[in-house]
């Protein structure tokens, strides 16, 4: 529920269709990398987690853009 509808669900539903659990580990990898970039300082950027393709996770739901910035 925290990335919506997005590439990251897909995943999430093949993995459990193949196996109840990867699809719970990854689901919980999800949420761990949402809550901890979350929790990162607001003054620095949050560090972006391999094999998570959904932006509102990787920014911890902060809705900050930053375009044509570089990090």
Request: proline share 6%; net charge positive.
């Amino acid at each position: 529920m925290i990335s919506g509808c997005s590439v990251d669900l897909l995943i999430n539903i093949l993995l459990t269709i193949l196996g109840y659990l990867p699809g719970h580990i990854h689901a919980f990898y999800l949420e761990y990398v949402y809550y901890a970039n979350r929790n990162a300082g607001s003054g620095e950027a949050p560090r972006r987690a391999p094999g998570v393709y959904s932006e509102r996770i990787q920014r911890g739901g902060n809705h900050h853009t930053t375009y044509g910035t570089i990090p």
